[in-house]
């Protein structure tokens, strides 16, 4: 049923023929191998396989934080494999929110100004930047922390700003990758409620990377990676 | 704004490692300063010369004389206004470590000849008006306690013998850069006593000081001294004062040309221990780079990070140390004012060492940038965690 409902969703993302090998010295590691799928508007897809599978690969690439060796990744009408990488910068600054297992946020910024820091790449004045962030912020229940360093909160707390940072520019997708896989079960659930929330009600397409069954099961959609190939028979969310 | 508040924090985002690079480069500074400044006071006196004064001397050599008989001719010369003469005494006071520079000079003549020798008109007219008088630079005065009417011996090197001083007048420098630890007694009680004791040594000068009416004719002058002397039994080399000075400074260029090594080497070093805290930096922060990147962010920003942390680290010990220059030079100069008399921290000194730091930070953090730049984003991130 989910399957069918995806089908009858605009395409936002269309990958065909993807590959992609990594250099090292002379030796030459293919990690995806002729990768074909769409992802629907509005999916909240989950990525799984064993380590090694090319799942975070396949997660940068879609995000355009990585070069495919071959194929094509449609995103709207964009093909970003066409782009260069100053244009891919701009790219991802308008389209794409990130959540990492780690958090990432930057150490030496509150979460106010984590939050605010895409921002800078638009054209928004500092007034209304500020508000961006407040009200994102607000989304993920953090008002109250939000003149605290990352060191001076937990690591759920933490992940929700970097949540709040990911949607503060209103991306067309957001990826995740092992969005819960330094938390605890508490925390994780409290992320995963959080990105169901994204999906469900404000109609986010969300990519997520995970190897945790758990997290997988709060997808609509499920494809799974193994060894470098897409199982495309996967693609309802059996779990 | 947001990039520069980034920039600033992780300046100091390691309160340790900042602060000690920071102590490294303040004590750099400082030592390249002082350096500097001992190079710019070795040249003091050529700074210090007049373009309307020129030096004449026997041209095989300074230590040889010249007849005071030249003293009439050379005033007698187009484009000479004032002319005076004196000796180097090389005396010493009670002990050779006293070193100061002490002459014989005419005096009317020499204190006209030198406006930056200030000296009271009442102890000017005290020591024009006693032979055995003295006058001696105020720090001179100062370092050995000696106050008007006090008798001070020196002992003669080149002229034998113990040689009694009564000081008339303390002069004081025009302004900073003049050396204010100078002896000049009269040449008359010189060649006076010369005549009893050594009468073949008597009535010969060690150089004349010559004042040109214009700085212009400072040229066509000299060529026309030593052309009124050619081919007599004791030639002369004129010269300006600055090039006269210079060849002093020549003797002793490879202590000048050491001194200049070290400094450029102190920089050199600290350039290494800047580079190695911006590699250092920039590697822990290498997750941080890759996610601004992700976000959007250009190599252009990546540049201005790391860029402006290293100027901002270097700067920051640049100022320190041009701050701590000043008590260390006058505690230096205070220490070894018999071979500086003069030990100002010049303002030249402080461009060198402004300079000096902005090359630091640049250079040291051009290796760290291109490898954050060139850094796969991926590959970045993967350094986390």
Redesign the interface.
């Known amino acids: 049923m989910q399957h069918i409902m995806a089908e009858q969703k605009n395409t936002i993302v269309e990958i065909r023929n993807l590959y992609k090998s990594y250099h090292r010295e002379s030796l030459i590691v293919p990690v995806l191998y002729d990768i074909t799928f769409d992802i629907a508007e509005g999916e909240f897809l989950a990525l799984m396989g064993p380590s090694g599978s090319g799942k975070t ?1 396949l997660l ?1 690439l879609i ?1 355009g ?2 070069k495919a060796d071959k194929g094509s990744i449609h995103v709207g009408d964009v093909d970003i494999t066409t782009l260069s990488e ?1 244009e891919l ?2 790219w ?3 389209n794409v929110g ?1 959540i ?3 958090y ?1 946020l ?4 509150k979460a106010i ?1 984590n939050v ?3 921002l ?2 638009t054209s928004l004045p ?1 007034k209304e930047r500020h508000q961006h962030a407040e009200m994102a912020l607000a989304m993920v229940g953090l008002t109250h922390r939000m003149d605290h360093y990352p060191s001076e909160m937990s690591g759920g707390e933490q992940q929700r700003v970097a949540i709040a940072r990911a949607i503060v520019t209103d991306p067309t997708i957001l990826v995740a990758d092992e969005p819960t896989g ?1 938390l605890d079960r508490v925390s994780a659930e409290e992320i995963l409620t959080m990105m169901e929330r994204l999906n469900s009600e404000m109609g986010k397409t969300i990519i997520m990377v995970t190897h945790d069954p758990r997290a997988a099961q709060r997808a609509k959609v499920l494809r799974h990676l193994d060894k470098g190939y897409l199982n495309n028979d996967d693609s309802q969310n059996p779990i | ?3 520069l ?2 920039l600033f ?2 300046a100091f ?1 390691n309160k340790l490692r900042s602060s000690l690079t920071i102590l490294g480069i303040a004590v750099a500074i400082l030592a390249f300063g002082l350096l500097r400044t001992v190079i710019s006071s070795w040249y003091a006196g050529v700074e210090a010369a007049s373009t309307s004064r020129l030096v004449t001397r026997n041209a095989i050599s300074i230590i040889f004389p010249l007849p005071i008989s030249y003293n009439e001719k050379i005033r007698q010369i187009e484009g000479v206004k004032i002319v005076s003469y004196g000796n180097w005494f090389g005396g010493i006071y009670i002990d050779e470590k006293n070193f100061f520079a002490n002459f014989c000079v005419e005096p009317r003549t020499y204190f006209e000849l030198y406006p930056e020798f200030v000296l009271d008109p009442l102890q000017k007219k005290a020591f024009l008006a006693d032979r055995k008088g003295f006058v001696a630079g105020r720090k001179l005065a100062a370092r050995y306690g000696w106050k008007p009417g006090d008798t001070v011996t020196l002992k003669g090197t080149i002229y034998q013998g113990n040689w009694d001083f009564v000081l008339r007048g303390l002069y004081s420098g025009r302004d900073e850069t003049v050396d204010e630890s100078q002896f000049f007694f009269h040449w008359d009680y010189l060649n006076e006593t010369l005549k009893k004791t050594a009468p073949g040594r008597a009535d010969q000068v060690g150089f004349y000081m010559v004042g040109v009416v214009r700085p212009d004719v400072a040229p066509d002058t000299a060529i026309a001294i030593d052309k009124s002397f050619k081919n007599s039994l004791a030639e002369t080399l004129t010269e300006t004062e600055k090039a006269f000075n210079q060849g002093f400074i020549a003797m002793s260029g490879a202590i000048v040309t050491a001194i200049q090594m070290v400094s450029f080497v102190v920089i050199i070093i600290i350039m290494a221990v800047v580079a190695n805290t911006m590699a250092m930096t920039t590697r822990e922060r290498t ?2 780079y890759a ?8 190599g252009k920003d990546i540049t201005i990070l790391i860029f402006g942390e290293s100027l901002v680290i270097t700067l920051t010990g640049c100022v320190i140390g041009m701050i701590l220059t000043f008590p260390a030079a006058k505690a230096f100069g205070s220490t070894l004012d018999n071979f500086f008399p003069t030990f100002i921290v010049s303002t030249d000194t402080l461009y060198y060492d402004v300079l000096a730091a902005i090359l630091i930070a640049f250079l040291a953090a051009i290796i760290p940038t291109r490898h954050a730049i060139r850094i ?3 590959d970045g ?1 993967r350094r ?2």
Not at chain 1, 106 to 109: E, G, K
Not at chain 2, 291 to 298: A, D, E, H, R
């Open positions: 690969t940068n995000a934080i990585d100053t910068a701009h991802r600054a308008n990130f990492f297992q780690f990432n930057i150490p030496v910024l100004e605010e820091l895409p800078h790449l500092p330094d | 704004m947001m990039i508040k980034i924090r992780n985002h997750g941080d996610i601004m990147k992700t976000l959007g962010f250009g796969r984003i991926a991130l986390i965690g």
